[in-house]
């Protein structure tokens, strides 16, 4: 039976048997993997803690036809911990665990998923900027490379150059007044202006947008997510915001 080792962040977990659980983990080199991590909920356990959602772990596995074992876990950051003590980062993270679970697939690598969520997770134990932004940025961003790319400038239909007024979810973001939809949203200037920076990682412009905008742009992008995915995330309605 093959042994492998890898870095891993743990998405979610649960139980199994009487003391065992299924860990869902988004590793660095295998993509998604679903192992079971035994005799993890006794109080014995010797790294039953390291495998709570939002840990980052030195990985190493037997591989199983269904599910694979995990045989050692050894903590590289311990996110979770830091993330749980803040109510409005804890659902921000758990939303984050939910969206990634769905982008990814069983053994197919998500190198740029794994390093997007684990830096995702250090801001938010690190509190580096405010918890709505950090989602927002990395729904964007996962969205992109998962090839959802929206668009916050030129018009998403025809490519015409913006900036333009309206958005249309259907179409992948900013849309020009000839491709331009009945009904379809129209956000401020600002709020396209932060939709674009939470993209690209310009967070001197993104921790200096209005909360008006920030609200916006969680709608737009809480709905860009939803259209493009089969089902809704459904910890996005669970997220606590700054009032």
């Not at 596995?61 to 995990?70: A, F, H, I």
């Not at 940025?137 to 007024?165: N, Q, T, V």
Request: glycine share 8%; hydrophobic share 45%; net charge neutral.
């Amino acid at each position: 039976m093959p042994l492998y080792r890898d870095a891993a962040i743990v998405l979610r977990t649960h139980k199994l048997g009487e003391a065992d659980r299924i860990v869902t983990m988004l590793t660095r080199g295998r993509g998604k993997v679903r192992a079971v991590a035994k005799g993890v909920r006794r109080t014995k356990s010797k790294f039953g803690a390291r495998l709570e959602p939002g840990m980052v772990v030195d990985l190493q596995c037997y591989e199983g036809r269904n599910l694979d074992t995990v045989t050692q876990a050894e903590s590289l950051a311990s996110y979770g911990d830091a993330i749980a003590r803040d109510y409005e980062a804890w659902t921000a993270a758990s939303a984050m665990f939910e969206t990634c679970d769905r982008l990814t697939e069983e053994g197919e690598p998500a190198v740029q998923q794994f390093a997007l969520l684990a830096g995702a997770l250090s801001s938010l134990a690190g509190q580096t900027h405010e918890a709505g932004l950090v989602l927002d940025s990395y729904l964007l961003r996962a969205m992109a490379i998962a090839g959802w790319a929206a668009s916050f400038h030129d018009c998403a239909k025809c490519g015409a150059e913006g900036p333009h007024r309206a958005f249309d979810i259907a179409s992948g973001g900013a849309v020009c007044p000839v491709c331009r939809p009945p009904g379809c949203a129209a956000p401020a200037p600002e709020t396209f202006i932060l939709l674009a920076a939470l993209l690209s990682g310009d967070w001197v412009e993104a921790d200096a947008s209005d909360l008006k905008h920030r609200r916006e742009a969680s709608k737009l992008a809480s709905a860009h997510v939803h259209w493009h995915l089969e089902r809704g995330v459904r910890s996005l309605r669970l997220v606590e915001r700054v009032p």
